[in-house]
């Protein structure tokens, strides 16, 4: 009964949130040409929350719910590297939405910068590159050698400004439930800043938002596991090949499990 009530909900709010999505979208796209021209023109805060109020509808309309586990928190208040892996293109409207209520529940907040590859900014439509320029995106062009330490001098710049760094360090989608390949170069800002790395797994967001459909699960669920944070102590002696390795293996032994214990039968 709770069930159908909540499909019939569902389905007399669409029309009316699918409106407010698309209004607040094309006002994004104002808001972000303001913005570029005159950075005072919205504090941080207002900026993250109409963010986080597009994100909200969307995964509204998308019908997705998110349970995160309780660590997730604990996540510091002081600046991190976040890192994730990357199974679609819901990923960032999921995190968008939970850590602007984390923000929200909390009195000390601190805002984040996105890394996105340059192609999102490079979208004809503009709508998805007004909702990154809101928030500060940090762009970076994979086949521009130059781009990409000026990517980094970014990160670096965000950290020193009190932001936390977000990266899906597979550097793009990667579908099925094996990982692609981490990143070392990912870490090089927590390395030389000496933040902590903040592993984050994301588990049933594959197909929930994209062309292909490789690995879809039936549930519309999305699932977050935060993963102890990783100390400046703790590879400050060590090298970021080996970091990255170990992150791995612990992020997927993690991924595995919530796929087991969720997904599969």
């Known amino acids: 009964m709770i069930k159908f009530l909540k499909t019939a909900w569902w389905v007399v709010a669409f029309p009316f949130v699918a409106l407010l999505f698309v209004w ?25 929350h109409y963010v986080y109020k597009i994100a909200k509808r969307a995964l509204f ?5 998110v349970k995160k586990d309780d660590n997730f928190s604990k996540i510091s208040q002081k600046p991190t590297l976040m890192i ?10 999921v995190l968008l939405k939970i850590l602007h209520e984390l923000n929200m529940a909390r009195e ?10 340059i192609e999102t900014h490079k979208n004809p439509k503009k709508f998805v590159a ?11 062009d994979r086949q521009n050698p130059r781009a990409a330490y000026a990517a980094f001098s970014e990160q670096d710049k965000a950290v020193k400004d009190g932001k936390s760094v977000i990266i899906f360090i597979e550097g793009t989608r990667h579908f099925g439930d094996e990982f692609g390949e981490f990143k070392s ?21 594959s197909g929930l938002m994209d062309s292909n459909k490789t690995n879809k699960r039936n549930k519309r669920t999305v699932y977050i596991e935060t993963l102890p944070a990783v100390k400046p102590s703790e590879f400050m002696n060590t090298s970021e090949d080996f970091v990255c390795n170990k992150i791995k293996k ?13 997904f599969k039968k």
């Open 84 to 93: 994730l892996n990357h199974k679609s293109n819901v990923d960032p409207i």
């Open 130 to 140: 007004s909702t990154l320029d809101l928030i500060d995106t940090i762009y970076i």
């Open 24 to 48: 607040s979208m094309r006002r994004a796209k104002k808001k972000a040409k303001m913005y570029r021209k005159m950075p005072t023109f919205m504090t941080a805060e207002d900026r993250y």
């Open 108 to 117: 000390n907040k601190i805002f984040y910068a996105f890394l996105s590859k």
């Open 185 to 205: 170069a990912a870490l090089k800002v927590a390395f030389k800043n000496l933040i902590p790395i903040q592993p984050i797994v994301i588990a049933g967001s």
């Open 250 to 262: 612990e992020m997927q032994k993690t991924y595995d499990n919530l796929i087991k214990k969720n």
């Open 61 to 65: 309309l998308l019908r997705v719910s």
